[in-house]
């Protein structure tokens, strides 16, 4: 089910609800209508829905695409755009891809949080949960 209204509204309510925020962006070639059966398959369809996700579809070259566009190129047409509450693109799929694939990407980007890596930091896919403040960590080690 595709977010009716605007691009700020979309990420204003994904942002409140700590939901991804995922655009579609379609054209009207070949590509586009492939990956637009994708998102109507019915699987894909009721993954997305229960993976907490606003999606919005937008039209390749409207005003709302370029805008989109000037925060975050759109290099190829068709391209998928799954964006994190902190507004770092977790996934970009440009193209299309068949359901079973774009059922595997949608769950790594679900998957229970992996460790730390190498650096300290935690990857990209892990910062959809708000990490718990010192003060959690150190109130449930004395609890």
């Known amino acids: 089910k595709w977010f009716e209204g605007s691009i700020p509204e979309a ?9 991804l925020f995922l655009v579609f962006i379609e054209g009207n070639d070949e590509l586009s209508k ?5 998102y109507e ?7 997305l829905q229960g993976a907490k996700c606003v999606a919005i579809k937008l039209q390749a070259g409207s005003e709302p695409c370029q805008q ?5 190129p759109v290099v190829v047409v068709p391209s998928s755009f799954f964006i994190g509450c902190n507004g770092i693109p977790l ?3 440009a ?5 079973p694939e774009l059922l595997n990407r949608i769950d790594k980007l679900f998957q229970e949080p992996a460790p730390v890596n190498d650096n300290g930091n935690l990857p990209a896919e892990v910062a959809l949960e708000p990490m718990p403040s010192a003060l959690t960590i150190a109130a449930a080690a004395t609890a």
């Open 11 to 19: 990420i204003a309510l994904a942002k409140s609800k700590q939901q």
């Open 34 to 38: 492939s990956m637009g059966t994708t």
């Open 41 to 47: 398959d019915s699987t894909v369809s009721s993954k």
């Open 68 to 72: 989109f566009s000037q925060i975050y």
């Open 91 to 93: 996934e970009v799929i």
């Open 95 to 99: 193209g299309s891809v068949e359901p």
